[in-house]
């Protein structure tokens, strides 16, 4: 079988999407088999510290001899590890770490599957005003390297279309009191309100946003906690809310049936980290066999072939300085009916309609 | 009342007991005097389940105290005021006062007790609000004993009363432990105040270096040759 | 003004719920000593356990009280009595690590049990509020505050004029001497940790409704209780409230009129300026 | 009554020929590491381990000798870590001045956090170290423009090190990395030996002891905790900025952490034995190996430890892969109920009590 | 000859509670000072306001005729003033050697002279035996002649003694005194705080009382001994020496 190394952060703050992420690839193994590749996946938890990472990589590229390593996660263990790849001479694809810089120092072992993080920002903007005529936007995101890089993109892209940055208010995650932030915001009365932050506080934003009548025209969530089976639940608060995202099930027949398959196997929606996880694997499983486990020669397939599945074409190329670097387009979905639906680009949109201006709270 | 016998005790590596017998009648003042170390106020820490003893037994009212912890004896009755006072420094005077009534048992005679203490003691009468902590050495001295006290105590060990109080007090206070023994509670005394304390005492002991050498009545233990050179330095 | 009085109203309220797990802290650290890093742990099982309420029996949080208080209360009777007794005369520094690893373990097992997912308790009210004179009040948050309200008052009458919790306070200062007056101190030390417990579970079972629950939700807490009870000075009651509705207030304000950055930082800041003139807390009793 | 297990104890010790020459040759045998074994996980660990080392011994000054319980050094760490990080990507100061400059910055730091805090006692002076040390990280975070804030500091290289005409140091790889993290752990294991037997040191424990006694005494608390403090920050930066250098890339949550960093360096002296030399050493070395063993147990084989088949690697590996953070916190809290002083406690208890049992007679150790 | 201790009108509060009140007294080069009066009357804070543990709220104290107030406790000992305390302070988990060196570094960088010095000050108060015991062990007796001997090693031009007999039987207190008698010899000066009169009579040169706070008397021993108000607020009886 071929050896494919697999580091996420199984424990420690990032656990919830390591989990995700473990079941993107335990689907991918499955899926392989079925199509006749054996993969043995060694396993490594980086626990979200940089240093157990290298740790990992080490074990992974000296000790276990992998073909190719998939991951880590988070965009600091992704940082700590690209350069022992190098080092190395061993593949990684990196599933879903927004920091773009890992794609653009030039690395030629270094892989990534998700758009990095200025495609969020962009796509999201670019569908705001392709709904409507805002003229000012409010950006609230969390201190974190993901929220902060994506907010630093999006006002620079806000202004570079027109928009007024009327707040920017970058928070730090773990507070149940967001309220004054918003009344902030509400008195700045923006048009758009952008919001990036993880899983549930996407949730208590929105809940709070409720409570003190924060009413914008539309509500932008950058992907992760917006993106999520969670937030779609809470119709009271999500509906009619915007989120940008790496992958969508209703893209293509393909990512609808891993959709079902998914949700039956471990009882909720796969997120887009499952999805990239479970792409990441695929790419990398099957470069490494036809190159039968060396890893000179995966690098190669890796940096040649392409792919069709769940995410549409996958290839890992260079463009707009990235190198080594899958091109997405993201999709932008408004959950609408407690569901979320993609509305933009028209191209993936299949006729659904955003609601725009954003109706009021119910 | 009191029968402790065979007494051995450790601390870690220790020893510092080596099998001590000794006996309280009810109504009785004794005393047990000895060098420093000799191991005294060890004697009443095993008695009050501070510490709890290698070998040996103590008995209190036919009652063995193995397996009895310390708040267990003091509700027999078996009330010490400890070595260095051990005062609550972060309460009132009035607060370590009632906190020696704790048990259940006493509360109904709280306001009673805490007269007598007041009028035994007066300068705690007029610090009733001040915290124990910031109390000088000899006033605290006074609040430790007046805690006892409000505990009703069937037999009182005093670990070293005397200690730190004027000279005024310090005859004030042997007759203090006089009148209480009066009253009615047994007294176990530990007193570096030789003279004073064997004039008051019906019967003492002579502890050296964790044995018992002597023993007698007050009178004739001060009469004592040993007794005079080692501890009145006569 | 309106953003300003906004503020003010929700930075009380929020500070209830702070007030609330200082005030569990405070009391376990008053009669043990310890200070408690398995705070947030505890306050995480709250949560859980109110969340198992709602999602299987349907309880309301609040209705769930009932259960959840003498639940937590147990747990940390047990927790006491079983481990931490035997640390009490341990130096402080072998306590703090007891007790980080007490939460290491609770947050790892929760996580082992209910995996790492956010669990969100949706009620009708949960994002509900009332509008008075232009300003929105969270309901749930008053609901939390009232109660807070409550307990505080009850405990505080507990614990200066019960004999009880004198002696809970007598045990906090002198473990030898506390015994020696007939208090059972290790059933004290049992009585202030189950409480501390409750109140952190408490705390948590409040929070449930505005918040989101998961096996590492408590170290932000954890510190969280920690400026609360330094700053009210430790031990006391009074203090823990009023530091805990002082860094409500505070965080509110400092979104709106520093940054929602800095609301941390210049909480912790007030905390050590605090600290440099009141080196015991507001109402901590100044004796070195 | 708790009493104090032992009551006899050596008095203090004097200077030993043979523990010196022992010390020597065991950083002689270590510096020989790098030559007999070429595996980079190996190396690695060697590496943590030495920083483990260096960050527990650098606590010990402050909270093992002069008994002030900071939990808050992730302040001196990270700051070291950024300072040599941020002179090295933004103005191309090579990092052994970094180095330096890191180690100066994290006494100023300590001076100024010592006054701040050491006013403070007991509990109140852990709640504060740990709230100064939050400050810097929500600090480091939020002003952005100065340190990248969350988005960190990736290291793109670090220029060779040019020594005299003909050595040239590469800092790729692990050795040279092997070499600067033993070199300071052996620096912070001779500042605690420096510390015991020296003035200072009797004067730190005076102080942790009781400070009015020892301030009576003619010792001013304050300056000598501050001295404690200086070694110590000085020490936790130079590891932090290691740690930076080798890892390549820091954010605040990273290097500022309050459980990987603050709570680790307690944790090491506490679990090795507080207030002693080889305290911290022992602890480093099996707290290291044995997160290590519990994240990942494949090293043990690649070691040669366990057989590639081992049943207690599958063990590991099928019932702890996620279970980890709960075995260590597991065995955290049985080594502090049943080894409160500590592993080296326990080993000296198991060897006074294997010297006593031949001859059980006089022993001769009160004397000396 | 001047007085190597001056006490100049010393007043101290505690919120509204005066525990010195215009205190005023000279110590002597070479003297040994008793210092009595009723529990509570404020000998240890005076003793803690002249060391510089509080500040006096009035009033100056001047130590070999220079200036005290505001100075710290550390600075007062390295001046040569050291002070025992009536609680005692051992550094428990030091050894007793260990704890009498502390004192001896004062004077000294090198541990063998300070463990010299510190064998040689143990001599002295006959505790040399328990040297490697551990300070926190040591019974309270112990403790007291400890706490002596570490405040010799600091080799204090005047030395402040409170309580050092406490605790202590007849025949104990009888080696202090001798202790204190023969340091008077070598020169120490001495104030000494104790409530064993025999002891204070038959050490002092002079002896101050204090009274709530207040200077009650001050005088020879005789004089003091036979001062009525001595005798009604202190005393009791007057006591013979
Ligand atoms: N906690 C303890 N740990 C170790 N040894 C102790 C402890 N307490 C007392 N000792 C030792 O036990 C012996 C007896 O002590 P104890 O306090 O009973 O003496 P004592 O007769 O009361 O003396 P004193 O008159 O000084 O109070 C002493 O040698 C002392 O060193
Ligand atoms: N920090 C403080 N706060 C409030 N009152 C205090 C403080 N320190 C001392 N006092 C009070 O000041 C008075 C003098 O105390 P001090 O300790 O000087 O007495 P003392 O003469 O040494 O008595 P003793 O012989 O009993 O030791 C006492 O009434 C005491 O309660
Ligand atoms: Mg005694
Ligand atoms: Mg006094």
């Not at chain 3, 072998?94 to 097992?109: D, F, H, R």
């Not at chain 4, 975070?141 to 140091?169: K, M, N, V, W, Y």
């Not at chain 5, 705080?193 to 709530?212: F, P, T």
């Amino acid at each position: 079988p071929v050896k494919v190394g697999f580091i996420n952060s199984i424990t420690g703050p990032q656990a919830p999407i390591g989990e995700t992420m473990t079941n993107g690839m335990e689907m991918a193994v499955d899926d392989l088999k079925k199509r006749g590749i054996d993969v043995k996946v060694v396993k490594q938890d980086d626990m979200g510290k940089p240093d157990k990472a290298i740790s990992a990589i080490e074990q992974l590229a000296t000790g276990d001899d992998v073909s190719v390593i998939v991951g880590p996660y988070t965009s600091a263990c992704a940082a700590a590890v690209a350069k022992q790849t190098e080092q190395y001479q061993v593949a990684e694809v990196i599933p879903a770490a927004s920091k773009e810089d890992l794609t653009r120092l030039g690395y030629k072992w270094v892989f990534r599957t998700n758009a990095p993080g200025d495609v969020y920002a962009k796509s999201l903007i670019d569908a705001a005003l392709s709904f409507g005529k805002p003229k000012s936007v409010a950006f609230i995101y969390e201190s974190t390297d993901f929220g902060s890089s994506l907010s630093k993109v999006g006002k620079v892209y806000a202004e570079k279309m027109g928009l007024k940055v009327v707040a920017d208010e970058g928070y730090q995650a773990g507070s149940p009191d967001y309220r004054s932030t918003l009344t902030k915001l509400k008195a700045a009365n923006p048009d758009l309100v952008f919001m990036v932050s993880y899983v549930a506080d996407a949730i208590l934003l929105m809940r709070q946003s409720r409570e003190i009548g924060l009413k914008p025209q539309a509500f932008l969530g950058g992907g992760a906690g917006f993106d999520t089976s969670q937030f779609e639940k809470e119709a009271q608060i999500s509906t009619n809310v915007f989120s940008v995202t790496q992958w969508t099930p209703d893209s293509s027949p393909a990512a609808e049936d891993f959709n079902k398959r998914y949700t039956a196997r471990f009882g909720k929606r796969p997120t887009y980290h499952a999805a990239c996880t479970y792409v990441s694997i695929i790419s990398a499983a099957e470069a490494a066999a036809k190159a039968g486990g060396d890893r000179a020669k995966t690098r190669e397939n890796l940096a040649t072939m392409t792919w069709n599945g769940i995410m549409g074409t996958v290839h890992y190329g260079a463009y707009d300085g990235f190198t080594n670097q899958n091109h997405v387009q993201m999709p932008v979905t408004q959950y609408q009916g407690g569901k979320a639906v993609t509305v933009y680009p028209p191209s993936l949109a299949k006729g659904a309609k955003a609601v725009y201006p954003f109706p009021g709270w119910k | 009342m009191l029968e402790i016998s065979r007494l051995q005790f450790a601390y870690g590596d220790l020893q510092v007991l080596w099998g001590v017998d000794l006996s309280v009648q009810q109504g009785e003042i004794v005393t047990v005097v000895g060098a420093n170390g000799a191991g005294k106020s060890t004697i009443l820490r095993n008695c009050s389940r501070l510490v709890k003893a290698g070998t040996g037994a103590i008995t209190f009212q036919g009652e063995d105290l193995a397996g009895l912890q310390s708040h267990e004896v003091v509700a027999r009755g078996l009330v010490q005021v400890p070595e260095a006072r051990r005062i609550f420094p972060e309460m009132t005077v009035v607060e370590n006062l009632r906190m020696g009534s704790y048990l259940p048992a006493t509360r109904p005679d709280r306001q009673r007790n805490m007269d007598r203490v007041f009028s035994l003691f007066p300068r705690l009468g007029e610090r009733r609000k001040q915290l124990g902590g910031t109390m000088s050495g000899g006033e605290q001295q006074m609040l430790a004993i007046g805690r006892g006290l409000m505990a009703n105590p069937k037999l009182l060990l005093l670990d070293e009363p005397s200690l730190g109080l004027s000279p005024l007090f310090v005859k004030n206070i042997f007759e203090i432990i006089k009148q209480i023994n009066a009253q009615g509670t047994t007294i176990l005394l530990v007193e570096q105040n030789v003279y004073q304390s064997l004039h008051i005492s019906h019967r003492a002991y002579v502890l050296e270096t964790g044995r018992v050498v002597l023993s007698g009545t007050g009178p004739e233990l001060l009469e004592n040759a040993h007794v005079k050179k080692a501890f009145l330095g006569i | 003004m309106i953003v300003f009085f906004q503020s003010l109203i929700s930075g009380i309220l929020v500070g209830g719920i702070y007030a609330l797990i200082g005030i569990g802290l405070t009391i376990i650290f008053g009669v043990m000593r310890v200070i408690n890093f398995a705070h947030g742990d505890l306050l995480m099982l709250g949560m859980y356990a109110t969340w198992l309420l709602f999602k299987y029996l349907g309880l309301d949080p609040y209705v769930a009280l009932v259960v959840t208080m003498p639940l937590l209360f147990l747990w940390g009777a047990l927790l006491q009595k079983v481990i931490i007794n035997r640390v009490l005369g341990a130096l402080p520094q072998n306590q703090i690590l007891l007790t980080i690893g007490l939460g290491l373990i609770m947050s790892n097992s929760v996580m082992l049990l209910f995996t790492s997912d956010y669990r969100i308790l949706t009620t009708s009210y949960s994002s509900s509020s009332f509008s008075l004179l232009g300003i929105s009040i969270s309901q749930p948050l008053l609901y939390s505050f009232l109660v807070t309200v409550a307990i505080t008052g009850v405990l505080f009458w507990f614990l200066q004029t019960t004999d009880t919790g004198q002696a809970i306070r007598a045990t906090a200062q002198d473990r030898d001497a506390a015994q020696l007056m007939g208090i059972n101190v290790k059933r004290m030390s049992v009585l202030a940790f189950g409480l501390g417990t409750a109140l952190a579970g408490t705390a948590g079972a409040l929070l449930a409704p505005t918040y989101y629950i998961f096996p590492q939700v408590g170290g932000p807490f954890t510190l969280k209780a920690f400026v609360v009870v330094v700053l009210g000075g430790m031990g006391s009651i009074v203090g823990a409230t009023l530091g805990g509705v002082l860094i409500g207030v505070t965080e509110s304000m400092a979104a709106v009129y520093v940054g929602s950055g800095l609301k941390e930082l210049v909480v912790y800041v007030l905390f050590l300026l605090i600290l440099l003139f009141r080196p015991a807390g507001l109402l901590g009793k100044s004796r070195a | 009554m708790r009493a104090p297990p032992v009551a006899l104890r050596r008095p203090a010790r004097g200077f030993s020929t043979p523990a010196l020459l022992a010390y020597l040759t065991v950083i002689a045998l270590l510096a020989l590491v790098p030559q007999l074994t070429h595996k980079p996980s190996l190396l690695h660990l060697w590496i943590m381990v030495f920083l483990a080392i260096s960050q527990g011994a650098a606590w010990n000054v402050i909270g093992g000798y002069t008994g002030q319980y900071s939990v808050g050094h992730a302040a001196y760490f990270g700051l070291g870590a950024y300072i040599t990080m941020l002179l090295l990507e933004m103005h191309q100061v090579p990092p052994w001045y970094g180095l330096g400059l890191a180690m100066v910055g994290a006494v100023l730091l300590s001076v100024i956090i010592g006054a701040i805090t050491f006013r403070l006692r007991g509990p109140y002076f852990v709640l504060a170290s740990i709230a100064v040390a939050e400050i810097i990280r929500l600090a480091a975070l939020d002003f952005r423009d100065f340190t990248r804030g969350a988005e960190g500091i990736l290291l793109s290289g670090i220029p060779p090190l040019q020594l005299g005409a003909h050595l040239t140091i590469r800092f790729v790889g692990k050795q040279p990395f092997f070499y600067a993290a033993l070199a300071l752990a052996v620096l912070a294991v001779s500042s605690n030996w420096v510390v015991q037997h020296t003035k200072l040191g009797y004067y730190f424990q005076a102080i942790r002891e009781d400070q009015d006694a020892a301030h009576s005494l003619g010792i001013n608390p304050t300056l000598h905790k501050s001295i404690a403090l200086a070694i110590s920050a000085a020490l936790t930066a130079a590891a932090g900025a290691i740690f930076g250098l080798y890892v390549r890339f820091i954010d605040p949550n990273i290097v500022f952490s309050l459980p990987d960093v603050s709570v680790q360096m307690v944790l090491i002296c506490i679990i090795g034995g507080i207030g002693t030399i080889l305290g911290p050493v022992l602890g480093a070395v099996v707290l290291v190996l044995l997160s290590e063993t519990l994240r990942n147990p494949g090293w043990l084989v690649q070691v040669g430890v366990l057989g590639e088949d081992s049943t207690l690697v599958d063990f590991i590996e099928q019932r702890l892969s996620s279970a980890h953070v709960l075995v260590y916190g597991v065995l955290v809290v049985i080594v502090i109920l049943f080894a409160p002083d500590g592993l080296l406690g326990v080993l000296r208890k198991g060897l006074d009590r294997l010297r006593r049992r031949p001859g059980a007679s006089a022993a001769p150790r009160a004397a000396a | 000859m001047t007085a190597i201790l001056e006490i100049k009108h010393v007043s101290k509060f505690f919120g509204g509670l005066s525990a010195n009140s215009d205190v005023s007294f000279d110590v002597e080069p070479g003297s040994i000072t008793g210092l009595i009066g009723p529990n509570g009357a404020g000998k240890t804070t005076l003793f803690n306001c002249i060391t510089g543990y509080y500040p006096p709220s009035k009033g100056d104290i001047l130590f070999k005729g220079e200036r005290m107030n505001g100075r710290q406790p550390d600075q007062v000992c390295r001046l040569g003033m050291a002070r025992t305390w009536q609680k005692v302070r051992p550094l428990a988990k030091m050894t007793v050697v260990d704890n009498v060196m502390v004192g001896a570094l004062l004077r000294t960088h090198s541990l063998r002279v300070a463990r010299e010095v510190a064998m040689e000050r143990l001599e002295v108060v006959k505790l040399a035996d328990k040297a490697g015991a551990l300070a926190g062990g040591l019974p309270i007796g112990e403790r007291k002649k400890l706490e002596v001997a570490r405040v010799l090693a600091t080799r204090p031009e005047l030395l402040l003694l409170d309580e050092v007999m406490g605790g202590l039987n007849p025949a104990e207190s009888e080696e202090i005194i001798l202790l204190i008698l023969e340091l008077k010899r070598l020169g120490l000066t001495q104030v000494v705080i104790e409530h064993d009169m025999k002891a204070i009579m038959r050490m002092s040169d002079r002896i101050v009382v204090l009274n709530s706070g207040e200077k009650l008397a001050e005088g020879t021993p005789q004089e003091v001994a036979h001062d009525p108000e001595v005798v009604a607020a202190y005393l009791g009886e007057a006591v013979h020496a």
